[in-house]
């Protein structure tokens, strides 16, 4: 089985969630807030994380509210700086259950725009 999903969201309105503690913890976890708190542009790195996470769930086809927090989907990234998902435990029974075993994500921006696509398989 394989499955898309795309998501894209705007750099701009992202901004206004940057410093907003309760928004952040709601949707992220703690390695994600410490990496956009440590990179140049905070509010694009959000955004692209924030969009995968979408991505991810869209590929799922449950979108938000279906079923797994986003702060249970986690973006990492290895030592070359590629991001990869991980997830919690719960959300990793979930999506084996729908049938996939193994996912790719990948995020790009441009300025006012931040961009991702998730492949499940």
Same mark, same amino acid.
């Not at 991810?56 to 279906?66: C, D, N, V, W």
């Not at 070359?80 to 435990?89: A, E, H, M, Q, R």
């Not at 006012?112 to 499940?120: E, I, K, P, Q, Y």
């Given at each position: 089985?394989?499955a898309?999903?795309?998501?894209?969201?705007? !750099?701009? $309105?992202? #901004?206004?969630?940057?410093? /907003? #503690? $309760?928004?952040?913890?709601?949707?992220?976890?703690?390695?994600?807030?410490?990496?956009?708190?440590?990179?140049? /542009?905070?509010? %694009? $790195?959000?955004?692209?994380?924030?969009?995968?996470?979408?991505a991810?769930?869209?590929?799922?086809?449950?979108? !938000?509210?279906?079923g797994?927090?986003? /702060?249970?989907?986690?973006?990492?990234?290895?030592?070359?700086?590629?991001?990869?998902?991980?997830?919690?435990?719960?959300?990793? $029974?979930?999506?084996? !259950? %729908?049938?996939?075993?193994?996912? #790719?994500? /990948?995020?790009?921006?441009?300025?006012?725009?931040?961009?991702?696509?998730?492949?499940?398989?």
């Open positions: 089985m394989l898309v999903g795309v998501d894209s969201v705007d !750099i701009v $309105r992202m #901004q206004k969630f940057v410093d /907003n #503690q $309760r928004f952040l913890t709601k949707f992220f976890t703690d390695y994600e807030i410490k990496y956009c708190n440590l990179t140049v /542009n905070k509010t %694009m $790195r959000l955004a692209g994380l924030y969009c995968a996470k979408e991810f769930l869209k590929a799922l086809g449950i979108g !938000i509210g279906g797994i927090p986003l /702060n249970e989907i986690e973006v990492n990234h290895d030592k070359n700086g590629k991001p990869f998902i991980k997830l919690s435990d719960a959300a990793k $029974r979930l999506v084996n !259950i %729908m049938g996939f075993e193994d996912w #790719q994500i /990948n995020i790009t921006h441009t300025h006012t725009v931040s961009t991702a696509v998730c492949v499940l398989y």
